[in-house]
């Protein structure tokens, strides 16, 4: 099992310009989520999904657009790319929602990405 | 906001010392879990404790939970170069279906 990938690891953007970040699992994981990960600021939720076809606002989610087309891919865009979204972005996937049982996240390696 | 906080922010000791880490949160939660992250890495999972639990062990590391304090601390017992990382807790929310993580404790162990 390769877990939790993403694509790309690295990404250099010019303010304006959009790109997809992409995660993909193999747990066959119910909910994703994405994060973004600033000095000092600890973990924030960007969006989330509890399926495939859906998908859910979390802490800071204005800027970005997120999609779950197929279970094991989970896409998140930037339609127009701002300095502050300069951060390091982390996917995670669990197996069923909390509250009813004690699944932990996985985490991918993460996107480091800086808009100039 | 953040449901989680850690303290201290940064802790610095020698390699066979015992680290011991804070989290306070503000809410009744289901479960508070701790991750680590190495420099550059992911977070990966170490350890979970329920709301009904007061402390749990694995391995060198052993969590406890006052429910009544909202606080849960992490020790790391004879500590080694290799636990040199950023610790997390991560709360489950009575009501919410995701985790709210705190800000970190960056733990250095020098040799």
């Known amino acids: 099992n390769a877990g939790v990938t993403q694509t790309p690891k690295f990404r250099v953007l010019k303010t304006g310009q959009s790109m997809t970040l992409l995660c993909a699992q193999d747990?066959?994981?119910?909910?994703m989520y994405w994060y973004r990960q600033d000095p000092g600021m600890g973990l924030r939720l960007i969006h989330y999904?509890?399926?495939?076809?859906?998908?859910a606002k979390g802490e800071v989610p204005d800027g970005y657009n997120v999609s779950r087309l197929k279970k094991q891919n989970f896409l998140l865009g930037l339609e127009s790319a701002a300095p502050s979204q300069t951060s390091v972005y982390f996917c995670?996937?669990?197996?069923?929602?909390f509250g009813s049982g004690s699944d932990e996240q996985y985490f991918g390696p993460g996107t480091r990405l800086t808009v100039t | 906001s953040q449901q989680g906080e850690e303290d201290p922010q940064a802790l610095s000791i020698q390699e066979g010392e015992n680290a011991t880490m804070n989290c306070s949160y503000k809410?009744?939660?289901?479960?508070l879990q701790w991750y680590r992250q190495n420099s550059g890495r992911g977070l990966v999972h170490l350890i979970l404790i329920r709301s009904n639990e007061r402390e749990k062990h694995s391995g060198r590391l052993r969590v406890t939970l006052d429910t009544s304090k909202k606080s849960s601390s992490l020790l790391i017992t004879a500590s080694r170069a290799a636990d040199t990382a950023s610790y997390f807790c991560a709360t489950d929310r009575v009501g919410y279906s995701t985790l709210t993580f705190g800000k970190g404790t960056m733990l250095l162990v020098s040799p």
């Open positions: 809410t009744s939660i289901n479960n």
């Open positions: 995670a996937s669990r197996r069923q929602g």
């Open positions: 999904s509890v399926g495939e076809g859906t998908t």
């Open positions: 747990m066959n994981h119910e909910y």
